[in-house]
Protein backbone atom coordinates (compact mmCIF):
# COMPACT_ATOMS: atom_id res chain seq x y z
CA UNK A 1 0.00 0.00 0.00
CA UNK A 2 2.74 2.44 0.53
CA UNK A 3 4.14 1.56 -3.44
CA UNK A 4 3.91 4.51 -6.16
CA UNK A 5 2.22 3.71 -8.50
CA UNK A 6 4.78 3.70 -11.31
CA UNK A 7 6.47 1.28 -9.16
CA UNK A 8 3.74 -1.66 -8.95
CA UNK A 9 2.99 -1.09 -12.48
CA UNK A 10 7.09 -1.71 -13.11
CA UNK A 11 6.80 -4.54 -10.60
CA UNK A 12 3.59 -5.84 -12.57
CA UNK A 13 5.70 -5.95 -15.81
CA UNK A 14 8.59 -7.78 -14.49
CA UNK A 15 6.93 -10.44 -13.50
CA UNK A 16 7.00 -12.30 -17.10
CA UNK A 17 10.90 -12.43 -15.95
CA UNK A 18 10.35 -14.72 -12.84
CA UNK A 19 7.17 -17.17 -14.69
CA UNK A 20 9.77 -17.39 -17.88
CA UNK A 21 11.89 -19.27 -14.89
CA UNK A 22 9.40 -21.04 -13.63
CA UNK A 23 8.92 -22.40 -17.32
CA UNK A 24 12.44 -23.01 -16.88
CA UNK A 25 12.38 -25.21 -14.55
CA UNK A 26 9.71 -27.14 -15.72
CA UNK A 27 11.30 -27.78 -19.27
CA UNK A 28 12.75 -31.00 -19.49
CA UNK A 29 15.50 -30.17 -21.73
CA UNK A 30 16.90 -27.38 -19.64
CA UNK A 31 16.98 -28.01 -15.85
CA UNK A 32 13.69 -30.25 -15.14
CA UNK A 33 13.03 -29.88 -11.63
CA UNK A 34 10.47 -32.76 -12.49
CA UNK A 35 10.53 -35.61 -12.27
CA UNK A 36 12.53 -36.09 -9.31
CA UNK A 37 14.38 -39.60 -8.61
CA UNK A 38 14.58 -39.26 -5.01
CA UNK A 39 12.64 -40.30 -2.39
CA UNK A 40 13.99 -39.21 1.11
CA UNK A 41 13.58 -35.37 2.05
CA UNK A 42 17.65 -35.20 1.83
CA UNK A 43 18.22 -35.90 -1.54
CA UNK A 44 14.54 -34.04 -2.25
CA UNK A 45 16.43 -31.07 -1.24
CA UNK A 46 19.94 -31.46 -2.59
CA UNK A 47 17.64 -31.89 -5.94
CA UNK A 48 16.23 -28.10 -5.61
CA UNK A 49 19.13 -26.89 -4.32
CA UNK A 50 21.10 -28.34 -7.63
CA UNK A 51 17.99 -27.04 -9.91
CA UNK A 52 17.94 -23.73 -8.13
CA UNK A 53 21.95 -23.28 -8.26
CA UNK A 54 21.63 -24.07 -11.77
CA UNK A 55 18.62 -21.34 -12.74
CA UNK A 56 21.25 -18.91 -11.08
CA UNK A 57 24.11 -20.08 -13.23
CA UNK A 58 21.71 -19.98 -16.42
CA UNK A 59 20.41 -15.67 -15.33
CA UNK A 60 24.36 -15.47 -14.56
CA UNK A 61 24.92 -16.12 -18.26
CA UNK A 62 22.26 -14.11 -19.58
CA UNK A 63 23.78 -11.38 -17.63
CA UNK A 64 26.83 -12.21 -19.00
CA UNK A 65 25.59 -11.77 -22.51
CA UNK A 66 23.50 -8.37 -21.89
CA UNK A 67 27.09 -7.13 -20.65
CA UNK A 68 28.62 -8.22 -23.58
CA UNK A 69 25.87 -6.13 -25.40
CA UNK A 70 24.51 -9.47 -26.62
CA UNK A 71 20.46 -8.96 -27.18
CA UNK A 72 19.45 -12.54 -27.29
CA UNK A 73 16.35 -13.75 -25.26
CA UNK A 74 17.66 -16.84 -22.54
CA UNK A 75 16.25 -19.53 -24.62
CA UNK A 76 17.97 -17.93 -27.54
CA UNK A 77 20.92 -18.24 -25.62
CA UNK A 78 20.20 -22.04 -24.51
CA UNK A 79 19.62 -23.09 -27.64
CA UNK A 80 22.38 -21.20 -29.87
CA UNK A 81 24.83 -22.87 -27.05
CA UNK A 82 23.33 -26.25 -27.53
CA UNK A 83 23.93 -26.59 -31.08
CA UNK A 84 28.42 -25.91 -30.20
CA UNK A 85 29.70 -29.12 -30.35
CA UNK A 86 32.80 -30.06 -29.65
CA UNK A 87 34.80 -33.01 -31.49
CA UNK A 88 38.18 -34.69 -30.10
CA UNK A 89 40.37 -35.87 -33.14
CA UNK A 90 43.26 -38.84 -32.32
CA UNK A 91 45.43 -39.54 -34.20
CA UNK A 92 46.56 -42.90 -34.80
CA UNK A 93 50.52 -42.23 -33.83
CA UNK A 94 50.25 -39.81 -31.58
CA UNK A 95 49.36 -39.86 -27.97
CA UNK A 96 47.50 -36.44 -27.64
CA UNK A 97 43.87 -35.60 -28.32
CA UNK A 98 43.26 -32.82 -30.23
CA UNK A 99 40.13 -30.70 -29.81
CA UNK A 100 37.76 -28.57 -31.91
CA UNK A 101 34.64 -26.74 -31.65
CA UNK A 102 32.50 -27.27 -35.32
CA UNK A 103 31.68 -24.36 -37.44
CA UNK A 104 29.81 -21.91 -35.27
CA UNK A 105 27.18 -19.14 -36.90
CA UNK A 106 27.20 -15.71 -36.19
CA UNK A 107 25.74 -15.88 -32.69
CA UNK A 108 27.04 -19.01 -31.58
CA UNK A 109 30.57 -17.32 -32.48
CA UNK A 110 29.74 -14.53 -30.37
CA UNK A 111 28.92 -16.48 -27.51
CA UNK A 112 31.49 -18.59 -27.79
CA UNK A 113 33.74 -15.32 -27.48
CA UNK A 114 31.90 -13.73 -24.64
CA UNK A 115 31.89 -16.92 -22.34
CA UNK A 116 35.58 -18.17 -23.60
CA UNK A 117 34.96 -21.18 -24.56
CA UNK A 118 37.18 -21.86 -26.94
CA UNK A 119 39.78 -22.00 -24.27
CA UNK A 120 38.11 -25.43 -23.35
CA UNK A 121 38.44 -26.91 -27.25
CA UNK A 122 42.35 -27.06 -27.13
Known amino acids: MT ?61 DARENKINLSQSQIIEQLKKIKQTLLRMPRRKEIMSKLTRLNEQQRVLANAFGIRKYAK
Open 3 to 63: LKTTEVVRIYSSKNIIEEQFKTLKNPYVISFTPMWCWTDKMIRVHAFTCVMALLFLRLLVK
